[in-house]
Every structure is written in C-alpha cells, then in structure tokens.
C-alpha cells in the first residue's frame, strides 16, 4: 500500500476544499474504499475523513418526510422506526445487506457511492475499461454476475441495494462540492456507462453526498392506509453476499384500486433499474384484477442476456411477481 | 477392556483456553528478534518461460537484504509430496505461481521491491481445462506431458462387459464438479531461521517430519540439520502438506543472514493454496430387474491445476466408492489426472471422495427410481456387507490389507452400514411424507446417499509413552494437530490405560526435533495409526509400572489393578499405591516406551468407516435457491473417543461439503487465466444462517482392529453431503441436477429447459 495523507475536516467547506485536489479520495466507513486500495484500483494521495464534518449524521423527521445524513449507519437506517413502517423496502434493503459488520460501519452515503463487484474491474491484473483499459474483459469472460439490460461497452451491475429501495420513494439526492451545493432526482443520480464509463454516478471529482432526502407519502396519514413496500434479494447465501438480482416495489392502494406503483431492480443493469411498464400496469387497476405473474413478464421488457445470465431474467420476473402479490394480499 | 473411563468422555480441547482467550500463536504471529519480512511476487502470465530477472532496481530499495530467483536457488523438488514442484523455476504455470521472493526490514520495502524486479518472459499458450490440455497439439506444462499419471490410472475386478450384458438395464450419466477452496481461516505462513549450517523452521503444517526431509532435500543439507515446530495451525483440511513456502523462507534466511518470516495473503491462499478436483466423472451401471448390480463403470477425468501435489491420491479416491460401496463382482474405474494453468488442486478433505460418490449416489438413487424401489431400500439390498466383495482374495495371506482394495474375498473389520441406514432413516422419518409449505413457490424434497471411506489405517507411526521417576506421564508424537483434536484424544487413549487422568498426560507434538517419525495428519488417520502405537506403548509402560508395583505392595501382577492415578489389589483396594510412588521406586529417571508400526491396519481385514445421510430441503421456484432445511448423519466410525469433538468433526465436515454442494466455486477466466474470485465475498462458503438443523448418530460399534475399537472420523462424512442434497432436489422438482455446485442459476436453467 501506498503511503497517503489522513485529514479529519472539521466543516463541511473545510472537506469540500480538501477533497478538489486531484487523487483525493473521501471516506465514510471505508468498507469498500480499503478493498479498492488493496485492489490496485486507486492509489490515494489524500484521504478525507467525512467523520468530523457536522450535519452528516442522523434521521431527521419534518413535514416534508425524512432527511437522512449520507454519514448515518446502514444499520441504523434499517432499525429506524419511521423508515420501517413508511419506507419497509429500505428497511429492508438495510437490514439485509452485507453483514451486521459492514452494517455497522457503512454508511447510507457510502453505499450509494460503492463501485461495482464485476469480478474483471476488481481483479489487480486485468485493465478493463471502467479503470483506463481498452475493453471490458467480461464479455468474453465469465458472465454470471453482468447486466441483461443497459449495458454499453461495460456490463456492470450497480451493487448498492439501497439505492434501489430508494428509487420507488422518490427519493433526492443532495450533494455539495466546491461550487456549492445541489439536490437531484435518486433517479438522475446514478449514470450508466454510457454517460461516463469510468464512474457509475453524476458526482463531479470533489464533490460529496451529503445526505437523502424522501417525500412523506402523500397518503400516509391521510386515510390511514400507509402506502405498503417491501424488499426482495436473491442471493447465493443467507449473508454476506450482493444481490443476483433484487427488487423494490411500493404500492399505494385506496379503495381497492392501486393509485400509484414504483417498482426497481437491482442486480440487473449498470444502474438501478426502474420497472416503468411494470409500473403502467399497476397503476390505477383494481386490486382484484391485478395479475401479478403477468406484471411480472413487463420487468424487463428490453432484456439481452447472455451465455451465463439469462437466470436474472427468470429471476426478475418471479421477484417482481412475488413482490406484488405479497403486496395485495395474495 | 469392559468398562472404559476416560475414553469415551467428553474431554475438553486442550486448546481451548489459549484459543477462547487469543493466546494461541499460530506461524505468523511469530516473530524473533531481527526478522525479516518476505515477499513473495507471483506470475501474472497463466504459462510463461521466464527468459530473464533483473533484481538490480529492487536491490537498491533501502532495508532489503535478500532476494531469490530461480537463478540462485537449488533446482531441487520439495519433495516428497510435490514431485513435480522446484523451490522455483524458470517456467510459471498458473496465474500466481512463484517467481521470486524478497527479504527486507518490513513489508512496505519487501513489497516495493518486488514490485521492481524486471522480469522478461515467453508467453506459452496456456489451458484451464483438462480436454484442451489433453489435446493432440497442445503444449507440455511439465516434461513428459500433461497426464499427471502416465499410463491413466484403470483398476477393477470381475469382467464389467460381462457384467453389462447380463443386466437388464443399463444406466448412464456424466456430471461435472466444480474447484473450490478450503478457505482455512489461517493464510499459511513460515518462518525460518539458521544457527551455523542449522535451520529451524517455524511454519503451517500438517505434518513435521514430512516437511523436515522436504527441506532437507530441495536445500541439499542432512535431515538432521533441518528441524521444523508446528504451532497452532488455524485451519488444515488437508490443505498446508507442502513446503514450497518453507524453502523460501529457509533460503531467504540464509541469504540475509536473519530470520525471515513469510506469510500468504487472503488472494495468496485461495490461488496459491491447494484446491479440491474439478472434474468430470463418466458413470454406468448396470442392473437386473430384481434390483441386483451386474456391473459398474467409473471414468473421472480431474483437473489437477498447474502441479499435482496429492493428484494421485485424489484420482484413486475418487473412484474407491465406485468401486467399493456396493456390493458387485464387476467393477472398473479409470482416471485421468490433467495438468493445467489452473491454480494447483491438492488435498482437500476426504480427497476425491466426494466427487466420486456425488456422481455415484445420485446415478443410484435414478437407478432405483427406475426399477420402482425405494433408495433407501435399494441401498439396504446393494450395500457392501460385512463379509466384503465377491471375487478371491489376490494379496498374500500376510500382507496388511489396504485400506482401499480392489479386490474381493477379504471381509471388513466392522461394517455399519446397515446400522447407520436403518438408525438414520428412522431418525430423520424417511418413510413420513414431507409437508409442503403453504406458499406454492416453495416446494421441499427429501434424499438420501451413502458412503465408504478408510478406516484410519495409514502411514508408518509411532508414540513415545514416558513415566519419570517423579510420577510425571508425557506422550510424544511427531504429529500435528490440525485442528481436529489428536492432542485431546490421543492422552486420553493413554490415561485410560495408565488409569490416570486425560490432563494428567503432558503432551510433546509437532516438533521434528523432540518427537518420534510420523505421518502427516492426513487421511483420517491419527486415532487408528498413532493411536495403535500409543496404547501399545503405553500398555508396556503399564506392564512396567504393575511390575514395580509388585514389588511395593507384595502382590503377583496379576491381582493388580490401576485406576484413579493408583496402583491396587484387585479384591482388597486398601492395598494400594499412588503411581507417583510405584514411579519413585524405578531405578532408572523414566520409563520409556517408542512403539513404531510400519503398516497400520490388519492382514485379515479391511478396515473402513461408512456413513449414511439424509436431508430435508427447501426449493425457491421463483429464485432457484436451495435451503437444506433438516439433515440427520449417521456415521460409523467405531468407538467414539470423545463423543463432543467427534459431533464436532461431522458438522465441520458437513458444513464445508454443504459449500462443495449449493454456492463455492473458484473460477480461473477461461481468457486471462486469472482467478477471478479469491475472497471469502466472492467464493461463498456457506454462513451460519445457511446451516441445516442438525442430528448426528453414531452406530454403536467397535471395532475389533482399531486401538480402543476406533476407527477414523475425520473426512468420513464428507462424499455424502452433496449427493443427499442433490437427490433431494430432485425430489422437490423432479430434475437432476448433474453439476455442482447446484448454484440458483443451474437450479434456474435446469427449470426452463424442462
């Protein structure tokens, strides 16, 4: 390992500045930044310890929903009691993911931020494209693990469960950098490989996310029918492991007919992946009429699989038709 | 010997506080005053001549004092299990494999030097599966071709043409089995350091005295300058029999004029360790419509990576169940052992056992499908019985019989295998329907599979019995304890026989130096062979002690007893001595009894341990995963030294076989020849919340050649695990799934393609 500088910033400015110089890297729990260093993947000069910076930690309840300090443990996110009855698909995100371990360093921020598991980025000796190589090694490779949809040039899928947990709440992002401070749509948060190959989010070099923000659901309360929302993992073992292929779904219903329906992946393209015709299906049906293994066919209408990760398809599918069954009732 | 006390108890492990609390050290937390630390840097390239090193650069680095190439070393063999593997050499044949080592004053620098040797290569073609090795127009990875066993390795009896063409029906099928790693917790690592032409080596092992003439010969100096300690080792599994590492760091130390002291990675282990076989195993069988086996043809086709370390025992062992488990007078099996550019396969528990019976139970299991009889019953029917294989003994009458014949007419020692059917069967219900979950995406099958493994007969052994003038008992043995227990068992096999005490007994193990010839802890040996050298020793110490106590208490020898750390009359216990008191009287300082047997085992009889498993699982249809919900072993391993590490043993054998079966795999790219997964995140060994409720039953047997009625344990329940779970998948979807590990993406395809 190369020697690098430690600073622990006291502000949020203080960081900000510190992190705009070239081959500075922030920590949060250091979960998956540690690997990458041990992985050859980057070589820090200066490390940035977001521990000290105010504001970063904590759940905090308003009129407008929940703002959640990007510095605020996994563990505590999944043990939150709002977050569990008003956002159980991200309680549930949390609470199964990696290991109690990693759950009690990581942080909400971090996880959004972690870079992908494809087995050629993570390898020392292989110079895949996402890190300045020439091509993606995968494709001609071992292709268990890659997308089936929205793949370009590089085939990785995004690991964070969170973050698909949080794309059917509607969720934002705010980030802050040298230039000042911004919030964006979870959804235009993360960028797929297209965009940029050599990073899976819009954050610009220095810039930081400094917390998540969730609308309180425009019906909780109101009838006193909580829009419901769960969490489903495929997974090789009970833990310690990523998804094969996850899926967040939220259903608000009143009067039997579903008024709205988000539903993600994980696990299946290069950025959380939004069940839109999934979605179109559900909305506005009645209860009664919804046919859950056919919205399930709708998960990934464009999907390309290849030699060895057409499973994920299947899987999408059955964990979408499971997800909306469970959520009417059947 | 009736009643026993002290064997058959459950004796704490003698390890147990210095592990529970973090005292024990194991190799690398070892250090001595001005150590070096190594470095090891690895190829890059899957098959490479290396045509030139320039250490010029590294050199430079401040704080390094050594460095080794393939140019300044012996280019011996670490010898005697890796024939094939030189300290170093000019050809790299696996992504991983050794090219040169540094010493320096800490890592950093060893590790910054490594980095700065130049190292020129010729790239070679290279391949990562046994079909393309084997093809006409590839490359040698060694002198003499890329068959580790030169003519392939073909044993039988009977005549399986024959066999076939009588049966009524012919079954076949081929499965494929994937490479996975052992995973020790322990990343291997050694010490070494020299005392004038002297070494003493410190180092992860399963086996001193093996590792003591490894060195000796790969660094062209007498045995008896070459002394190797065994500290705690954290995890062997078979895995830690070699020596490579210890020559490094030997010749690093001698360089450098300190000791040095090298230690694996996490990577280092998974890629450079020893992995279990993959392989593709060819099987037929042949049956009459009463359900009686005619023949049965095995052809295992293994991949044993970039070197063969244990290959040739893997090959054999793959196919002794074949072979052996059920009762058939023609019965073939051929094997071929392929060199790769894959990382080295070598020992991993139970060896090729569980390939060879994954392949077996399975087929079986569809065979009784097909003649409409329950597994359960086919295999009471076709089990091998107590009197063995039909066909004439072919071994001299006096030779000590092997402990995986091929050959018929010998009859076992003891034979469980009905017992552990029936008992097993009957604790798990086989015979109760399963109840279906509710959800409808569940659904739950039930299988079964048994299993024949060596009884613990192996190499050459001896123990050291001692009582010193002063009362003191030790027992030295050169063996290691690998974690399984031997330094717990084996004293209480003598203090029951000494009629003291279990801690009463000082043990000396793993120490070249100190302790007398032993194999390495291996093959599920150590009870059966070291224990039939210990209670012979120690009953002549005994014989000894009664002599002495003759005398003290003016009594014949034959109306002595001993028992509670005392000598005494037999019908008036008031007579009595304390055994530190009859000591007092010896004339010499100790007694001391070394008892060495050259073939453990018996010339009458075969000597095995059997087991059979039934589990319960749970099938996900919507994400093809498999949960073992319920899982009952019985297992026949003779008597039960110590009831609590023998449960011990079975659920560390099923915990990592349960790996082999549903999610380990170590994947080397078929492109790059890279592995692409080394780490316990990307290899999934099971966790504790994948672990199956639980019962294990021992058959109440003992052995009339085992010392105490033991026979060996150890690997015993590994070949039954995936075959069980297997056929219970079947059970629940009415698929077979052929390959391991039964992965949800395999449980997903076999799904669609049905």
């Known amino acids: ?330 | 010997m009736t009643t026993l006390s002290v064997v058959g108890q459950n004796a704490p492990r003698r390890d147990f506080p210095e592990k529970l609390v973090g005292q024990a050290k194991y190799s690398a937390d070892l250090k001595l005053p001005g150590m070096l630390y190594g470095h090891v840097l690895r190829s890059p390239h899957p098959h490479a001549n290396i045509v030139s090193i320039d250490t010029s650069e590294a050199e430079r680095v401040e704080g390094v004092l050594a460095i080794i190439t393939p140019y300044n070393v012996p280019r011996r063999a670490v010898a005697p299990i890796a024939l094939d593997t030189s300290v170093l050499d000019t050809r790299v044949r696996f992504v991983g494999d050794e090219v040169a080592v540094v010493a320096a004053v800490d890592d950093d620098a060893a590790r910054r030097a490594g980095s700065l040797i130049k190292v020129e290569y010729e790239v070679l073609p290279f391949y990562t599966d046994p079909d393309s090795a084997l093809a006409p127009d590839a490359i040698d990875i060694h002198p003499g071709g890329n068959l580790a066993i030169n003519p392939p390795l073909s044993i039988g009896r009977g005549d399986t043409e024959a066999g076939f063409a009588e049966a009524d029906l012919v079954m076949e099928e081929t499965y494929n089995i994937a490479c996975h790693s052992a995973t020790p917790m322990e990343p291997r690592a050694a010490m070494a350091s020299w005392e004038g032409d002297k070494v003493t080596v410190w180092k992860s092992t399963r086996g001193v005295h093996v590792d003591q003439v490894a060195l000796a010969q790969a660094l062209e100096i007498p045995v008896e300058n070459v002394n190797i300690v065994g500290p705690f080792l954290g995890g062997g599994f078979g895995n830690k029999d070699e020596s490579r590492l210890a020559c490094l760091a030997a010749l690093l130390s001698r360089q450098a004029g300190n000791p040095v002291r090298i230690e694996f990675t996490r990577e280092d282990e998974f890629v450079a360790g020893r992995t279990r076989h993959a392989g593709r195993i060819h099987l037929k069988v042949g049956v009459k419509r009463n359900g009686t086996i005619t023949a049965i043809h095995g052809t295992s086709t293994l991949n044993t990576g970039a070197y063969a370390a244990s290959g040739p025992g893997v090959a054999r062992r793959a196919g002794q169940g074949i072979i052996y488990l059920y009762h058939c007078p023609n019965v073939r099996y051929e094997s071929y052992l392929a060199y790769t550019n894959c990382p080295s396969a070598g020992s991993y528990r139970a060896l090729g056992a569980p390939q060879g019976h994954f392949a077996l139970e399975t087929l079986m299991d569809r065979v009784a499908e097909e003649l409409g009889i329950d597994p359960l019953d086919f295999r009471q029917k076709n089990r091998v019985p107590p009197e063995g294989q039909p066909g004439p003994r072919l071994s001299p009458p006096d030779q000590v019989v092997d402990s995986q014949p091929i050959e018929g007419g010998i009859p076992f020692s003891s034979n469980g295998l009905e017992e552990c059917l029936t008992r097993g069967a009957e604790a798990f219900g086989w015979d109760r329907p399963l109840e279906q979950p509710a959800d409808p995406s569940k659904r739950r099958g039930k299988g079964m599979s048994m299993m024949i493994y060596r009884g613990g007969p192996g190499s050459t052994s001896a123990a050291t019995v001692s009582v010193a003038k002063t009362g003191e008992i030790s027992l030295l043995s050169g063996l290691m304890d690998v974690g399984e227990g031997a330094t717990t068992v084996l004293p209480q096999m003598a203090a029951e026989i000494l009629g003291v005490n279990a801690e009463d007994i000082i043990n000396v193990f793993g120490d070249s130096a100190t302790t007398p010839e032993a194999p390495i802890t291996a093959g599920s040996t150590a009870t059966f062979s070291t224990g039939s050298a210990l209670v012979r020793a120690a009953a002549e110490v005994r014989r000894q002690l009664l002599d002495l106590a003759s005398d003290g208490l003016e009594a014949p020898v034959m109306e002595l007893e001993i028992g509670d750390g005392r000598v005494f009359v037999t019908d008036d216990p008031s007579r009595s001595m304390a055994l530190s008191d009859v000591a007092a009287t010896m004339d010499g300082e100790a007694i001391t009894e070394e008892v060495t047997i050259p073939v453990p085992g018996s010339a009458d009889y075969i000597v095995n341990a059997f087991g059979a498993h039934f589990c319960e699982v749970e099938v996900d249809t919507d994400t093809g995963r498999v949960r073992v919900v319920r899982y009952v072993a019985a297992q026949d391993s003779g008597r039960i030294m110590n009831p609590r590490m023998a449960l011990n043993q079975v659920e560390g054998a099923i915990s990592q076989m349960l790996g082999f079966a549903l999610s380990e795999e170590l994947v080397t790219d078929g492109p790059t020849g890279v592995t692409l997964n080394a780490s316990y995140l990307e290899h999934k060994s099971p966790t504790i919340m994948d672990f199956p409720d639980l019962q294990v039953i021992f058959a109440d047997i003992v052995d009339p050649v085992g010392p105490m009625g033991a026979k060996g344990l150890g690997e015993v329940p590994c070949p039954g695990v995936a075959p069980a779970i297997a056929n219970a998948v079947y059970d629940a979807l009415g698929l077979r799934l052929t390959e391991l590990p039964i992965t949800p993406d395999r449980v997903i395809r076999a799904m669609e393609g049905s």
């Open chain 1, 1 to 330: 390992m190369n020697p690098f500088q430690y600073a622990e910033p006291k502000t949020l400015a203080e960081a900000v500045t510190l992190l705009d110089q070239p081959d500075a890297h922030a920590i949060a729990g250091g979960s998956d930044l540690l690997d990458e260093v041990k992985e050859g993947i980057i070589s820090p000069v200066q490390v940035i310890s977001l521990a000290s910076v105010p504001g970063l930690i904590g759940i905090d309840e308003s009129e407008s929903g929940l703002n959640i300090g990007a510095m605020t443990t996994i563990a505590d996110v999944a043990a939150h009691p709002v977050i569990r009855t008003a956002y159980t698909a991200l309680a549930e995100a949390a609470g199964g993911l990696a290991t109690p371990q990693v759950r009690n360093v990581g942080t909400l921020g971090g996880n959004l931020n972690q870079r992908p598991r494809c087995w050629y980025y993570r390898h020392p000796l292989i110079p895949c494209l996402k890190k300045g190589g020439d091509r993606c090694y995968a494709l001609i490779g071992n292709t268990k693990y890659l997308c089936v949809t929205g793949g370009d040039r590089c085939y990785i899928v995004h690991p964070s469960d969170t973050a698909v947990a949080l794309s059917v709440f509607d969720a934002t992002v705010d980030i802050s950098g040298s230039g000042g401070s911004r919030t964006i749509p979870i959804g235009q948060f993360f960028a797929a490989p297209g965009v940029d190959v050599t990073r899976e989010t819009v954050l610009e070099p220095g810039e930081i996310v400094t917390g998540v923000s969730l609308p309180r659901p425009a019906d909780l309360g109101a009838n006193g029918e909580p829009p419901r929302s769960l969490y489903l993992k495929a997974r090789e073992r009970e833990a310690g492991d990523f998804a094969l292929v996850s899926v967040a779904v939220r259903l608000a219903v009143s009067g039997g007919v579903v008024q709205q329906a988000a539903a993600a992946l994980g696990g299946v393209a290069p950025v959380p992946h939004r069940a839109t015709q999934v979605e179109e299906y559900l909305a506005g049906r009645s209860v009664d009429s919804v046919d859950a293994a056919y919205a399930g066919t709708l998960s990934i209408p464009d999907a390309r699989p290849m030699t060895d990760n057409g499973y994920k398809v299947v899987m999408a599918n059955n964990l979408v038709k499971q997800g909306i069954a469970r959520l009417v009732g059947r």
